[in-house]
């Protein structure tokens, strides 16, 4: 298969062509940039110098005829308007961006403050959450990758919310996220004088991850859910962490819930369910491993369940890949049998 | 005066120092410790050789010949077994340890898993949060320090529970802090390798800090509080970040609620509350504030209350000092008018 | 006194604020900033919202009437266009930036890029290094501030070359400087998660450092000295080491060498000669100190002299205020005498 | 085939399981350890919890039945005591420690503090700096893997040394590491609180790899090499850059320089010339890769060379898997074609 990366001068693009590259049924990766167009993929990523790789500039036609597969790690706004001319032309799209997450262009409008895609694409658009819309991606010609909060929100929460064991109006995720998420564009609040050394809350109230969370949590469990979501900037490069707290509707032991989540996990290779130890975000640096720890407070009647990913990887570039693995029928781990990089 | 730490080749005795030779009113500060005894500071702490000093071995007698006033900086266990000795001696003792923090030695021993200090001192000892209970300590002899994350959480949440704006049983605290609160002995799980480029949850649901927060909670509001507690280990030196979650029991606004922190606070000048921006650890680096941001989430219905402190200053020996002040009479801020380090 | 702070929302800039404020002979000080000029400096800088300050426009009139003292902590190219205003007002001029660093105009433009100061203010200029030219600024009205690496660099390599121990011509300087060195301003090459986990070299042969070291070193030493300096960013914050290595003229031992730094400094209270340990950078972060530490390899004949700094302090503003206290007569500790934070 | 590691709970023990496991070539891997024996890897290693597998204890008879290769990634003198008895069973064993590193065991001695390997063994061992030894790797039994600052001083010294370009007496490295170079054994000077935000130089004339680059210094090129070597830690967890500074014995170009490189390197797939670029340790975290970078410095006649690689990879695991690809006549890349993690 023939792929092409368009976005990629930012990190989840790159990250695509890291994995990519080591993937078996990849003959070729094309990497598409507008502004880098012409350029050597050396003078934005050093680490990659020895590919010996030039940007190609953004022209549908073309990369059409380059590429099977394309990749849209692009910002808001863009695959809204571009991916439609990549499936008119029979391609398989996986957009790495929120532009066909939200069925709902109403919602779309309110969150991004960006005018929303076609109505027709969105009702096409196959959530890519690997582990719970499996039987939906193997058919899908444009999959809309999950963001990164609530890639790690949804798996650690579905469980308990599909058996209806919380109360669904009780869910608090209290997210936090390595400095990766803010992506690669020059900013003062993200230099590293202003990072390093600092915790920081975020858009409390406003993150565009909440309807998006919202949406799949009402979806799975069928009744309305409405999560409080207070995102917070950790100085570290990669990882997301979710403690997530939910009411529990009844005297449920830490052990019926261990075993709810290995039920619905031990068959999906990337998600680790802790039985003995906590998770934390280094055990799965740069892997695509998702580690779920659980606990139930036997004081407060609530259960506390915490979630680790990668945010490039499972939270974005990781599960692009597994849902392309997953459309294509290859194993869902190949090319992604990348052990976690410790320390 | 002169003062005495005990405990000073930890991370908090030796803020008390950094503090204390630059306060007015103290002429000659005592380093005490039992392994360190005889040997010089400079072996301890480079940063301070400068001063030249011994560490003086721990003698009850000796100390009180030497200090008016006694600071404990010492671990679990300790201030319960030593700190009567300096009561009799009539020294006025600051203890920064947890032995004094809770009233029923039943509790303390089931959280902290050691023997509690005589009834007879918990009875006496004040607790040092400094804003909200000054009256008592002008008058204490032994001053029971706040832990670093019941400082935040309590100053954050003491306004909404004293005026009944929020469900008492709803509280959430999500709780993260820098590493130097995991003290400086030397351990595997807090080497620079395992921790830097982690984020690392511990101790849910066993926190020591529960029933100090709970405590006070409960006297300052007349009713029982059950909080729910999860620290996180945060890839940084200093700084307590907590987040905090309760259900409003009304409509109250933003607005409204931004008055009643102003009011409980205005007098008091290292609690500062924050109008336009959120709480992040950096701002106070260093320095003896706690920074309150106040959201009140339409959507929810729900408060989500933030502060920032610097764990060794405010959640630490910057209290202490502060709570010395208020009882010698000082102005509150002598010796204490340090502006953060940014960055 | 009055202080005026001209291109305070950088970081050398707001480090003079940070010692000006407690220091107890200035009772005013103006911020000064074109950029921000009627905005709040809580917006640039949160962790001193509670100084409630305002930024001033610049206006070299206004600001003459305001201050006596004039900080320019601006970029190159802008000191040499605008502190000649102010010596003509009569104002004390102290120059953060190196416009007025180096003697020939020529060797200055060849280095920066930009047009020299006017000849007649570069003679008048005073080289701020506060240990070595304390006679001159005694009545110097124009103190051209050294630079952070020039500082270290200089402290340490001065008592070699002044008594003739070392070959001039052999002197290799490898300096590693914290990133608040690159300044604040918005750019991808010093984004948190392009500096962090990286140790980068950078300015090789290039850096404008060079020239002002070999000006000062061979005034000092009465030779030509010509170095070869490589600087290299850290990931951390503040801090600058320098590791000179050089070779010895003599059998010297270490002990004789420790004795002639012991000589040369031990009436300077910032200049801490270390005997029985080597300089680190966090042993003097947020202070004035300047760390040095002294081995003499007797396998290969050459001196290793290491010193350390923080870069915003002994590097940048603290030495300003360390020049003003010798300009102004005062105790060369005042306001200075800021124990370093640890860790 | 079928490897055993012995030393696993180390950070460089358990890098060898993380590329091993990946390698198509092995198809069981023994995890060994005295302290661990019987207890779950994920005790130690929580990111490989996938991979279910217990500890081994250290059994020479048993660890030989089921290995072909052995890895030691164990302390200073643990090799050279049971190396003998794996290589008298037939084994092939690739030693990571610096036990066989030394012909000379007074050197040796004098360097470690331990007493040396059997001669016997000291002349069998071959020096596993894959790009320069690769004929005696082809047929060793006993491999002696660089330590990790070796490798980056010799791969970047050794083409000038060996075409004598440079003064063999004027060589200086100065040389950053990572704190994983430190293992991860629990001591106060490692902690994160101790290391973070500071850079610090250590074992200045007495690191144990001296002897180790003067000996393969000298007998590639036929001279004696005395080198000063100053190593420093930095705060990141991975990584190596060497600043070498040398004088030029002749007006080489950079062109020049640049050209002997690549001649030397090309057929290298590990090694990465950069022409218009430096060297930085992000560039080859997580890989075998090592930059290396070319200054001539017109000014002062130096050359001033720099390497980046990955401690735990070119410098310890990566280059000890190169080594067997070599002994096993696979592609050396065989298990390596890892990219660099980025950020």
Redesign the interface.
């Given at each position: 298969m023939k792929a092409a990366v368009i976005g990629s001068t930012g990190?989840g693009g790159?990250e695509c062509?890291?994995i990519l590259?080591?993937h078996p049924e990849f003959e070729e990766i094309s990497l598409v940039s507008s502004s880098q167009a012409g350029r050597s993929l050396?003078s934005s990523?050093?680490?990659?110098?020895?590919l010996a790789k030039m940007y190609l500039p953004f022209d549908v036609e073309q990369i059409s005829k380059q590429a099977d597969l394309v990749f849209l790690a692009t910002p808001p706004g863009f695959s809204s308007q571009y991916a439609p001319s990549f499936l008119e032309q029979g391609k398989i799209v996986i957009d790495l961006s929120g532009d066909f997450r939200l069925n709902d262009p109403d919602i779309y409008e309110q969150w991004y403050r960006k005018p929303a895609a076609d109505p027709k694409y969105l009702n096409q658009a196959v959530y890519g959450l690997s582990e719970w819309f499996e039987n939906e991606i193997k058919t899908a010609q444009l999959i809309s990758n999950p963001g990164c909060y609530p890639t790690a929100t949804l798996l650690a929460l579905l469980p308990l919310l599909k058996e209806k064991w919380i109360n669904p109006a009780s869910v608090?995720v209290?997210a936090?996220s390595?400095?990766?998420g803010?992506g690669?564009?020059?900013?003062?609040s993200?230099?590293?004088?202003?990072?390093?050394?600092?915790?920081?809350?975020?858009k409390?109230?406003h993150h565009q991850h909440i309807p998006e969370i919202e949406q799949i949590a009402g979806k799975c469990s069928g009744t309305d859910v409405?999560?409080?979501f207070?995102p917070?900037l950790?100085?570290?490069?990669?990882?997301i962490?979710v403690?997530i707290?939910a009411e529990s509707l009844n005297k449920y032991t830490r052990k019926e819930a261990l075993q709810l989540y290995h039920d619905t996990y031990d068959c999906h290779?990337f998600v680790?369910i802790?039985d003995?130890?906590?998770?934390?975000?280094?055990?799965?640096?740069?892997?695509n491993?998702c580690?779920i720890?659980i606990?139930v407070?036997g004081?407060?009647g609530?259960f506390?369940i915490?979630a680790?990913i990668d945010n490039l990887m499972k939270g974005a570039a990781g599960q692009a890949v597994q849902n392309v693995n997953i459309r294509m029928g290859c194993p869902v781990t190949t090319g992604l049998?990348?052990?976690?990089?410790?320390?």
């Open positions: 990190y790159i062509l890291r590259q080591g050396n990523f050093p680490h990659v110098s020895h608090i209290d936090k390595g400095v990766t803010a690669r564009k020059a900013q003062q993200t230099l590293y004088s202003e990072i390093n050394e600092n915790l920081r809350p975020y409390i109230e409405t999560i409080q207070t917070h950790v100085p570290m490069n990669r990882g962490l403690t707290y290779p680790r802790l003995s130890r906590l998770p934390e975000t280094k055990a799965v640096q740069g892997s491993f580690d720890g606990n407070d004081r407060t609530r506390v915490l680790a049998d990348i052990a976690p990089l410790y320390p």
